[in-house]
């Protein structure tokens, strides 16, 4: 390995940053980096070495938390490597091509000599050619598997042979392994000391926007790369959402497995059309499609708001484009502007059953979908640090779920409920009282929860113990997503509403009290009995849990019973609300 690395950077000092010179465990002042002292979540530098993600990814992979790096992005990995083997104007690497173009960027940057020696005619490694093109100055070799662009993996028995013959460092780039059935070179590293294998968080994991790259070697590899890298190169935010992910691999599985199978149905789609000439096999999570007029496809794609990318002009991938598998409903659009690029005019039959086979069942024009692609496409961007928006509570909410069902059968009532506090407001609600559904729905809408409320109830004797048992199901579902009530709000509150004025003021303390000062004149609203709506949060109190203290003034008995369920659900909004960098019980007692 010596005479692998550059010689200044065996002899390298590298920097010591505050947090890598004291390790200490427990509680001490810091008083030694220069941070802000006043803690927001973020104010200290984060573990240079990322040892708790190490540790627990260790777990996952398999691999010593000593033969892992971590690095901003698989990008940087691919940066340092250069900079650890590779001397400016003397060394060179091989790359394979088609295949990533960061090897060679990295390499051009660090003033390092690319050789190229191409894939066979079916995509594998001609190990002859690679190791007649390598000399003693070749100190690493690119092999991507899955191979980007092409989709293919390279043949496990080469990979070996090169590990074997090839005299410097063999960097297996494993981007997309986690679509592919082949098993990771990370089985090989105790086998051969000059093999690096690089993965990351960006593709199959699902969070590229992260940056978070993954390097398993061994020690001293590992070492050198420790040694070179910024002091604090993967941050806090990464490393703590990093940690969240890994608690929840088994959903990143399910998302794979669907991406797989949307892979299969475009690829099947695509070989229905007579411009495709050629769908190259893939073991990842996009294919390569040679097609006649490849740039008229592509321009005509981009008209439609489709961006494919061009790999046409690619020495051995002429003519083709690369797909990455989108969404079900992306992949269905994609294929319907390839069929209106076949027949610029698509029948009406067609046009029809493409409405029909996506989400909603109305049909909808070419520019209507279009326009809602591109509406949903800029809420994703999001305004900055909004509270909806802000990428990092919208990541953490849906990796620590808090959802609850609640299934209540009484020989009155037969109710499902389906809660998730963290939703966007969607409501399907069915109690068999119209007005009754009307102000659950408010609920939902107004706390941005998704509610589903599905009630049989007794109602040929009267609307009791509908509902009544259906707030003390609602509650439940409260009290259980709410779960340890770590980092909630835990109050609300609401002032005027409408034409009237309404409080409702709200306590998830773990105690049901009701406090209602709201009188209603008529007997009923809709199928409504004014009396019930005590009743309703009586229950929903005792079930839930917590403190509900309403007063309502007003004329108008519809506005007033609106206006108290919509303050409710404000109410409810602001007490369920999760402080994602303060996880502390909001209680001095310890319990909730
Ligand atoms: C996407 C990709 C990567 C990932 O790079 P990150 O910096 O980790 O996002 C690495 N290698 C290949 C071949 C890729 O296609």
């Not at 992005?73 to 340092?80: M, V």
């Not at 690089?198 to 969070?207: H, I, L």
């Not at 050629?278 to 040679?290: E, R, T, W, Y």
């Not at 113990?465 to 003390?472: K, N, P, R, S, V």
Request: glycine share 6%; aromatic share 8%.
């Amino acid at each position: 390995m010596q005479h692998l690395v550059r010689p200044n950077i065996l002899k390298l000092k590298p920097y010591s940053s505050a947090r890598s010179e004291f390790k200490g465990e427990g509680n001490f002042i810091l008083l030694d980096a220069n941070e802000n002292p006043y803690n927001n979540g973020l104010n200290r530098y984060p573990d240079p070495l990322q040892l708790k993600l190490k540790k627990r990814l260790s777990g996952i992979k398999n691999i010593p938390a000593e033969q892992i790096f971590l690095s901003n992005g698989s990008d940087e990995a691919i940066g340092l490597i250069t900079t650890v083997f590779c001397e400016p104007g003397q060394d060179n690497i091989i790359i394979l091509p088609p295949t990533f173009g960061m090897y060679r960027v990295a390499a051009d940057v660090a003033n390092v000599e690319v050789r190229e020696v191409s894939l066979m005619p079916d995509f594998q490694p001609n190990v002859e050619a690679i190791l007649a093109a390598a000399d003693d100055h070749s100190k690493v070799l690119y092999v991507c598997t899955p191979n980007n662009p092409t989709g293919n993996s390279m043949q496990a028995e080469r990979i070996r042979e090169l590990l074997e013959k090839f005299k410097g460092i063999v960097v297996v780039d494993e981007a997309y392994i986690d679509f592919s059935e082949q098993e990771s070179c990370t089985n090989w590293l105790d086998k051969f000391p000059n093999l690096i294998v690089t993965q990351t968080f960006s593709k199959g994991w699902g969070m590229a926007g992260v940056r978070l790259g993954m390097t398993f070697a061994n020690e001293e590899i590992i070492d050198y790369l420790n040694k070179v890298k910024m002091p604090y190169n993967v941050n806090e935010l990464t490393q703590w959402i990093a940690m969240q992910a890994l608690e929840n691999h088994t959903e990143v599985q399910a998302r794979i497995q669907t991406i797989l199978q949307e892979r299969k149905k475009l690829e099947a789609a695509l070989s229905q059309f007579s411009f495709v000439k050629k769908i190259f096999p893939s073991d990842a999570n996009f294919l390569l499609v040679q097609v006649e007029k490849p740039r008229e496809l592509y321009d005509f794609l981009i008209e439609k708001k489709v961006i494919v990318r061009n790999r046409a002009n690619v020495p051995m991938c002429e003519g083709s484009l690369r797909f990455s598998v989108g969404t079900e409903a992306e992949n269905e659009w994609l294929v319907r502007c390839l069929e209106a690029f076949t027949s610029p005019r698509p029948s009406p039959s067609k046009e029809r059953e493409f409405a029909l086979s996506g989400d909603s069942a109305k049909p909808v024009s070419f520019e209507e979908e279009v326009l809602r692609s591109e509406t949903d496409s800029l809420s994703l961007k999001g305004e900055g640090w909004g509270e909806v928006d802000n990428p990092i509570l919208k990541f953490l909410s849906q990796s620590t779920p808090r959802t609850a069902t609640v299934q209540r059968t009484t020989k009155e009532t037969d109710i499902n409920i389906h809660l998730n506090l963290d939703g966007t407001g969607t409501s399907d609600n069915h109690t068999g009282i119209g007005f009754f559904d009307h102000m659950l729905d408010q609920l939902a809408r107004h706390s941005g929860v998704d509610l589903r409320v599905h009630v049989k109830g007794d109602l040929h004797i009267d609307e009791h113990h509908t509902i009544e048992d259906t707030a003390l199901a609602l509650g439940e579902a409260y009290a259980q997503a709410l779960g340890d009530k770590r980092g909630i709000e835990r109050y609300g509150f609401c002032l005027p509403m409408d034409d009237c004025l309404v409080q409702v003021a709200l306590d998830f303390g773990g105690r049901p009290w009701l406090v209602w000062e709201a009188e209603f004149k008529r007997e009923m609203i809709g199928q409504m009995p004014t009396e019930m709506f005590i009743h309703f949060f009586k229950s929903f109190s005792d079930a839930a849990k917590c403190n509900l203290n309403i007063k309502a003034e007003g004329t108008n008995e519809h506005h007033k019973i609106e206006g108290i369920f919509k303050a409710f659900a404000k109410a409810i909004k602001m007490a369920v609300r999760r402080d994602f960098m303060n996880r502390q019980l909001p209680t001095t007692k310890g319990v909730l």
